[in-house]
C-alpha cells in the first residue's frame, strides 16, 4: 500500500496531466496574464495623471504652444507596422503541446522585423529630441517642453521594455529547438499593441494641447 502511494505520488509529479502539476500550469497562466494587465494598468494610470497635471498646468499664463516634430508622425506608423509584423508572426507559430510554441523561419523574420521596427520607432524619438533641441527647446525650456519630453521619455522606456521582450523570444525561438511557452508570447503581444495605443493617444494630447 505505501508502494502503491509513492508511485501514484511520482507520477503526479512528472505528469502535468495528474493532479497538482496540471493545475499548478494553469494557474501560473492565469497569474501570468493576470500580471501583465495590472501591468497596463498602473501604466495607464500613471500616464493619465500625468495627462491631468497638464490640463492643470495648461491655464498657467506662460503656457504657449509646441510645434512638434515631423518625424513623430512617421515614427507612429513604425510602431504601429511593428504590431502588423508581430501579428503576422503569430500566424506562423504553430501549438505543439504542453502550453508551447514553435515558429517556422517566416515567423522568425517577422519577429525580427518586428524588432528591427521597434528600435527604428526609439531611433526617431530620438531624432525628434535633438530637432526640438536644433530649436533651442529643451526640457526646462517651458512647460510645453517640459510635458513633451517626459510624456515622450517614459514612453520610450516602456517600449524598450518590449524590446527586450523580442530579444528574449528570439532567443528562446534559437537556443530551445524553436520552440517557447505560449503565454509569454500572449502577453508579449497584449504589451506591445498598447504600447501603439498608448502612443497614438499621446501624439494626439501632444498635439491638441502642448
Known amino acids: 500500500m505505501a508502494s502503491t502511494t509513492a508511485v501514484a505520488t511520482q507520477a503526479g509529479k512528472l505528469s502535468p496531466a495528474l493532479g497538482r502539476p496540471g493545475i499548478s500550469a494553469k494557474s501560473a497562466e492565469r497569474a501570468s496574464r493576470s500580471g501583465i494587465w495590472v501591468g497596463i494598468f498602473a501604466i495607464t494610470m500613471s500616464f493619465m ?3 491631468s497635471a497638464l490640463f492643470v498646468r ?8 509646441l510645434v512638434l516634430p515631423p518625424i513623430l508622425y512617421l ?18 507559430l504553430e501549438l505543439v503541446g504542453g502550453g508551447r510554441l514553435r515558429s517556422s523561419e517566416m515567423g522568425m523574420i517577422w519577429l ?3 524588432l528591427a521596427l521597434g528600435i527604428g520607432f526609439c531611433v526617431g524619438q530620438y531624432l ?3 530637432n526640438l533641441r536644433a530649436q533651442g527647446i529643451y526640457l526646462a525650456t517651458n512647460p510645453n517642453s517640459s510635458f513633451f519630453y517626459v510624456l515622450t521619455f ?7 521594455g518590449g524590446i527586450s521582450a523580442f530579444v528574449y523570444l528570439l ?3 534559437l537556443v530551445s529547438h524553436g520552440s517557447l511557452r505560449r503565454t509569454f508570447f500572449e502577453n508579449t503581444a497584449i504589451y ?5 495605443v498608448l502612443w497614438v493617444y499621446l501624439l494626439l494630447l501632444c498635439r491638441m494641447k502642448l
Open 49 to 51: 495623471a500625468f495627462s
Open 58 to 65: 495648461q491655464g498657467s499664463l506662460d503656457w504657449g504652444h
Open 75 to 92: 515614427n507612429t506608423l513604425v510602431l504601429l507596422a511593428s504590431s502588423g509584423t508581430f501579428e503576422l508572426s503569430r500566424r506562423h
Open 112 to 114: 525580427t522585423v518586428t
Open 128 to 130: 525628434a529630441w535633438q
Open 154 to 160: 517614459i514612453h520610450v522606456l516602456h517600449v524598450i
Open 171 to 173: 532567443g528562446r525561438l
Open 192 to 196: 506591445w499593441h498598447f504600447m501603439g
